[in-house]
């Protein structure tokens, strides 16, 4: 490992044409094509190559993929074991370097590049280290897991020795969690069947479809249509029963007065959260929302962009569910970080891994948070939605109603030649055959 | 007007040498190259044509460019007259476009390209008033002007009810303090002597020069390192005596227990205010900050993204003195929405001009300001720096320390031909000539 240097980053544009069937559509994206800005990162060994992605919803992936090349820039001629050894320094050093942070900072399409890049890193970190990804950060001493965060900007609420009790406290029970985890898998919720654009027959179907497979916890998007929303509520609880759980997504359709007023509609559907009631810069419109339905939870996460963000979300309780997202915030260093100040404020964390890659890489996330920071699984769920498995080598695996732990070495976001082949954009065989 | 329609949108990428000269160097930003992504609205009418602007500087200028692109295509085709009577309107739809809402939303690269392009609408539609804009703004009737915001996620705080009051308790003065403007031209401070990188002895004798211009105010970058910021500090008192208007900007570089600290040192420096102290996220951290140093006052609002975080610095009293920039807000528009939250909640208007490019839009936002909007000077100035005036075509012009009210009808942010032959990138003979 000593002598391997970074060769090459390359950033591709890969579409998948979800919207063909309304699969991920909701109140404010109505017709997605999920994507991913995949970042592909060559060493001077044929048999290291690190893949990270991060996610978008069609048009504008490739601003993304154009910010992964100007990261990628400024890693390549290093040593991966100084990159891998550093590599908190090493995210802050980029993350810094201004003329990209200037168009942030840390935030928007520099972001998810840097969320890309990281990720890519964290998969060749996995792989020599023979490990996944969640086994790595499982197996690091808390001293070594403090070193892959940036803390610039949240040492007012966490600081590093903060930080290491919260991991030191668990320390001892990691290897009977891992083990736990392994034999039960990691609870799950699916949004396969809640998509907005779906008739109620198709939700129906779907709903008796997935109860079948084992699911327990069902998410439906709500915030186009008050009156359509509450008709597809009685809908999926006649269909679900009054005991499973049931979450509703605005994707931040509504104002802070309108999310109130139909959250009042909507409580006697007991829905355990509402997700994105507005938008997700509000923490102070959040903490409204969230002190005036409560005990429903306010979730949210997905477009939160960074630890600042999450640390002042945290700070005034307005966030009940966190659903941070690792190709949002920069990759799974700064996820880390969020997951400690997650633990230290007891908010229980349920990233957001509705599509395509990421539920992929956010599992790793989930597992990592219960092995070795919150070590709680209470009111925690990961979501998952199906889609276009056999495009990648490795896709996460649900079975029951569980994400099965992965074991395949590093992030396991690599795609097939024949994914990469079909839905490369826009030379891919689907973008081509008249089909888009 | 009627059939006039939009029928092409350039983005070009323009960037200026400045690193060469360390001019706009700072704690965080050490070797800028000052650049604009140039919004370039084609219309069917030859002499009609929007210039507009957002200001990065310098790598990753061609992603803003791209992102100008993907929002053009949203508007051609479509007719001048029906985009300037409902811009409210074609503002909400355009930020909310689904796939690069997802990149954002409402800030980072996407952000900054839509602020380019409305500028550029808003450089049309004084053209067609035969105005400039400040004047096409301070002649509205408040209905007028409210139908160009969008209150989407602030009405929490600001009701379109509310707004209207706030501009109609001052409609009556408008003549009045339009005359006097005219007469006095916009209070103004300069950031041209104290960028980090200049010596002593070149901030010495740059002190020296504005005041011989009749600069009563001025700004000088700290954050490196607190050691060498208190000499500069002792040089400037020296130099510019105990009465002149003294400010300090840290650009981000600290986190909020440094910046209280720093500001116990530099508090017998009498600063008016400390500006960017920590993360521009981070609303709790300012008012922590605003507490313990009172009655020094917190300026932030340069990498402030978007009306919805405003909005909580305001509620939070986080933000002495408000320094939005309208090319990192989604524009004029979006300013707009800013001023009236700030007329409301009594926080002075010192806007981001500190650069070319900048100086020439901000300064109608000011004179707009205190037409129609605050009707006040007391606690505002307007920032000023010096450089590569002769690229644009109307450059904005300082005399005495104060901004000249500009009457080239529109916005005034067009570039010369020989601006654009040299300073266009990677082509320019700026570029070309060897010299960088």
Redesign the interface.
Known sequence: MQDITIQRIKGLDVRFPTSRTMDGSDA??????HSLAYAVIGTTVSNLTGYGITF?????????V??IR?YGRLLVGRRVSEIIENMGEVWHELV?Y???????????????AAAAVFNALWDMYGKLEHKPVWKVIADMPPRDLLNVIDF??I??VLSRDQAYELLARVEGGKRDREEWIKAHGYPSYTTSAGWLGFSDDKLRQLLREKMALGWQSFKIKVGASASDDIRRLEIIREEVGPDRNLMLDAN?AW???TAIEFMRQANRFSPVWIEEP????????HA?IAQAIAPVGVATGE?C??R??F??FF??GAMQYCQLDACRLGGINESLAVLLMAAKYQVPVCPHAGALGLREVQQHVSIADYIAVSASLEDRMLEYADGFQEAFVSPAVAVNGAYQVPSVHGLGVELTDVGLQAYSYPEGSEWTSGNS
């Open positions: 404010v994206n109505r017709n997605p094509d978008t919803i069609g048009r504008g992936n490739d601003l993304v154009d910010a100007e810094n201004s003329p990209l942070r200037w168009l942030g900072p840390e935030k928007g399409v520099t972001h998810l610039h900007y040492e007012d931040q104002d802070v007065p507005t938008s997700p810069d509000d923490i102070l419109g409204k477009h962009h960074n600042v963000m640390k002042q700070e005034q």
